[in-house]
């Protein structure tokens, strides 16, 4: 907030210019992704809960007869002065406050879209063809002499007026049919007192969206870097609304009320005879209101405004913008889809199809690669997409580094309780499956070691594969028949008088000695003895 300077560049006021550029980024990006703003988090895959007061909006249909007031407006604007090429089909705006050029400085508050001039006209020559700064009652300075002002946006959603005339070669807006634009009487559609915009007049959604201070409940968790945010108002029936102030009361500089001490209150203004003295007030509830305001504004920027029928002799076709509503998610409700590239474009009249338009829904094989533009109609309504995005922007702004608080001011927040959640590796089993595979492979090795006791009892020794007993078995065997040089090889099979050949394996027997195994000659061929006799293969 810059001081307000005066006569001789000092004062001790501030007027209130507008939410910082932050903020005004953070409200674009929630805007486009319809989505809390990646927040980075203290730990990963944490989650904690955070408990504050934020401001909401909260929307409501207009009364029927504030309804029927702002639509007898508009067709005044229509019908008066020639202004129906100006129509507009969408209008988002604040309530106007105006200093009367009467000398005095009265202050007239208009909350209608569009405010006549001293002599009730709405002319190309009144301060309303270009619709009125729709934030105005942001920046009226010290016109109101500082004192508060109520913080409601109107939207007004008209979306007949994007019509043309039926069976006309010329693009002339429907709502020219009101006054019957060109005197041709066949055109002419007047309203009437029950319905002053006539046969545009269908299909009209109004609203109105106050800011409140609320009290938010918010969840956060990241599970592997994902975000997921749960928001409840709580309470929010009995919120208190809150005012837009355009003036405060700050801290002096030197002579001019400067002191050792904070200054912060809503001091009057010095042309209605206000007080001046409020040194070393400081009222930490500003803080809060200030941003709240500075919140809604950023906020409103995506709305305030209004889009219209390009006028045919503008050379262009299409609507002309000078809000940023159709380049947010906004137009993906039921009562601004008529807004979107598909819809508008899918129509003959007034709006010729783009090359992008002809080239995503043709159904040529050279352009088929193309994706179709979404045809799904939406269901959320525009009002509750208002209230869910400004929370969504609410919780957003936590995620900029420059609008953290300053945890050593005595006004910042309570820390919280962080939880962290660590994964590693915990091995299950069933205790039943368990025990039955070990106890297989027990009862098994159990029953492997009971055979070979039993046989090596039967046997009376024990017998194992080592080199040693190999080479002691093969060096006492002898054969029952003589094998000629030539069938000493390995060919297979083995000649036929070797297949009925014996093996003899002599055993001798002793007590501690060991016995050499003598040369078996061919005359001995036929010993007897203990002998074991094995078929050569």
């Given at each position: 907030?810059?001081?307000?300077?005066?006569?001789?560049?000092?004062?001790?006021?501030?007027?209130?210019?507008?939410?910082?550029?932050?903020?005004?980024?953070?409200?674009?990006?929630?805007?486009?992704?319809?989505?809390?703003?990646?927040?980075?988090?203290?730990?990963?895959?944490?989650?904690?809960?955070?408990?504050?007061?934020?401001?909401?909006?909260?929307?409501?249909?207009?009364?029927?007869?504030?309804?029927?007031?702002?639509?007898?407006?508009?067709?005044?604007?229509?019908?008066?002065?020639?202004?129906?090429?100006?129509?507009?089909?969408?209008?988002?705006?604040?309530?106007?406050?105006?200093?009367?050029?009467?000398?005095?400085?009265?202050?007239?508050?208009?909350?209608?879209?569009?405010?006549?001039?001293?002599?009730?006209?709405?002319?190309?020559?009144?301060?309303?063809?270009?619709?009125?700064?729709?934030?105005?009652?942001?920046?009226?300075?010290?016109?109101?002499?500082?004192?508060?002002?109520?913080?409601?946006?109107?939207?007004?959603?008209?979306?007949?007026?994007?019509?043309?005339?039926?069976?006309?070669?010329?693009?002339?807006?429907?709502?020219?049919?009101?006054?019957?634009?060109?005197?041709?009487?066949?055109?002419?559609?007047?309203?009437?007192?029950?319905?002053?915009?006539?046969?545009?007049?269908?299909?009209?959604?109004?609203?109105?969206?106050?800011?409140?201070?609320?009290?938010?409940?918010?969840?956060?968790?990241?599970?592997?870097?994902?975000?997921?945010?749960?928001?409840?108002?709580?309470?929010?029936?009995?919120?208190?609304?809150?005012?837009?102030?355009?003036?405060?009361?700050?801290?002096?500089?030197?002579?001019?009320?400067?002191?050792?001490?904070?200054?912060?209150?809503?001091?009057?203004?010095?042309?209605?005879?206000?007080d001046l003295g409020k040194d070393c007030d400081f009222d930490s509830s500003l803080l809060f209101q200030l941003s709240y305001q500075?919140?809604?504004?950023?906020?409103?920027?995506?709305?305030?405004?209004?889009?219209?029928?390009?006028?045919?002799?503008?050379?262009?076709?299409?609507?002309?913008?000078?809000?940023?509503?159709?380049?947010?998610?906004?137009?993906?409700?039921?009562?601004?889809?008529?807004?979107?590239?598909?819809?508008?474009?899918?129509?003959?009249?007034?709006?010729?199809?783009?090359?992008?338009?002809?080239?995503?829904?043709?159904?040529?094989?050279?352009?088929?690669?193309?994706?179709?533009?979404?045809q799904n109609l939406p269901s959320q309504s525009l009002q509750d997409a208002i209230e869910t995005m400004f929370k969504n922007f609410?919780?957003?702004?936590?995620?900029?580094?420059?609008?953290?608080?300053?945890?050593?001011?005595?006004?910042?927040?309570?820390?919280?309780?962080?939880?962290?959640?660590?994964?590693?590796?915990?091995?299950?089993?069933?205790?039943?499956?368990?025990?039955?595979?070990?106890?297989?492979?027990?009862?098994?090795?159990?029953?492997?070691?009971?055979?070979?006791?039993?046989?090596?009892?039967?046997?009376?020794?024990?017998?194992?594969?080592?080199?040693?007993?190999?080479?002691?078995?093969?060096?006492?065997?002898?054969?029952?028949?003589?094998?000629?040089?030539?069938?000493?090889?390995?060919?297979?099979?083995?000649?036929?008088?070797?297949?009925?050949?014996?093996?003899?394996?002599?055993?001798?027997?002793?007590?501690?000695?060991?016995?050499?195994?003598?040369?078996?000659?061919?005359?001995?061929?036929?010993?007897?003895?203990?002998?074991?006799?094995?078929?050569?293969?």
């Amino acid at each position: 907030m810059p001081s307000n300077k005066g006569t001789n560049a000092q004062s001790l006021y501030y007027i209130y210019n507008g939410p910082s550029q932050v903020v005004k980024q953070t409200a674009i990006g929630v805007g486009a992704q319809n989505a809390i703003l990646p927040i980075a988090p203290p730990l990963p895959n944490s989650s904690w809960t955070l408990t504050f007061n934020a401001p909401s909006l909260k929307c409501n249909p207009l009364s029927s007869v504030d309804s029927l007031a702002m639509q007898q407006n508009i067709a005044s604007f229509i019908t008066r002065g020639g202004n129906c090429e100006q129509a507009a089909t969408f209008l988002a705006w604040f309530p106007r406050y105006i200093v009367s050029s009467d000398g005095w400085g009265h202050v007239k508050n208009y909350s209608q879209p569009y405010v006549p001039n001293e002599y009730g006209n709405y002319t190309a020559f009144s301060n309303n063809t270009a619709f009125l700064d729709p934030q105005s009652a942001f920046n009226i300075g010290m016109a109101t002499g500082g004192q508060p002002h109520d913080a409601i946006m109107y939207i007004a959603v008209l979306p007949n007026m994007t019509d043309i005339r039926d069976f006309s070669l010329t693009s002339t807006p429907h709502a020219c049919d009101l006054s019957g634009w060109d005197e041709v009487d066949q055109f002419k559609s007047p309203g009437t007192p029950e319905n002053p915009l006539g046969d545009v007049g269908g299909n009209i959604t109004m609203l109105q969206c106050q800011m409140y201070n609320s009290t938010y409940q918010t969840n956060f968790s990241y599970v592997n870097e994902a975000q997921i945010v749960s928001i409840q108002l709580s309470d929010q029936d009995n919120d208190k609304a809150v005012p837009i102030v355009n003036t405060v009361r700050g801290p002096g500089i030197e002579g001019l009320g400067a002191g050792n001490c904070s200054t912060l209150n809503e001091g009057g203004s010095p042309s209605d005879g206000a007080d001046l003295g409020k040194d070393c007030d400081f009222d930490s509830s500003l803080l809060f209101q200030l941003s709240y305001q500075a919140t809604l504004q950023a906020f409103a920027n995506l709305l305030t405004g209004n889009i219209t029928l390009s006028a045919e002799e503008s050379g262009k076709n299409g609507l002309l913008d000078t809000t940023m509503v159709r380049s947010t998610s906004f137009v993906d409700t039921k009562e601004l889809y008529y807004l979107t590239d598909y819809t508008l474009h899918a129509v003959s009249d007034p709006f010729a199809p783009d090359l992008q338009f002809a080239l995503q829904n043709s159904t040529a094989s050279d352009a088929s690669g193309m994706a179709r533009l979404p045809q799904n109609l939406p269901s959320q309504s525009l009002q509750d997409a208002i209230e869910t995005m400004f929370k969504n922007f609410t919780v957003s702004l936590m995620s900029s580094p420059n609008l953290r608080p300053n945890y050593s001011s005595p006004n910042a927040p309570d820390k919280v309780n962080v939880t962290q959640s660590l994964a590693q590796t915990v091995y299950v089993y069933s205790a039943g499956k368990l025990w039955l595979a070990y106890g297989i492979a027990t009862a098994v090795t159990l029953a492997s070691v009971l055979i070979g006791l039993l046989v090596m009892f039967t046997n009376g020794a024990t017998y194992s594969n080592n080199f040693s007993t190999i080479l002691r078995v093969a060096r006492a065997t002898g054969l029952d028949a003589y094998i000629f040089q030539a069938d000493m090889d390995d060919r297979t099979p083995a000649p036929r008088p070797l297949t009925n050949t014996s093996v003899l394996l002599s055993r001798e027997t002793g007590v501690g000695e060991d016995k050499a195994i003598p040369k078996i000659e061919e005359s001995q061929l036929t010993t007897k003895g203990p002998t074991t006799h094995t078929t050569l293969l």
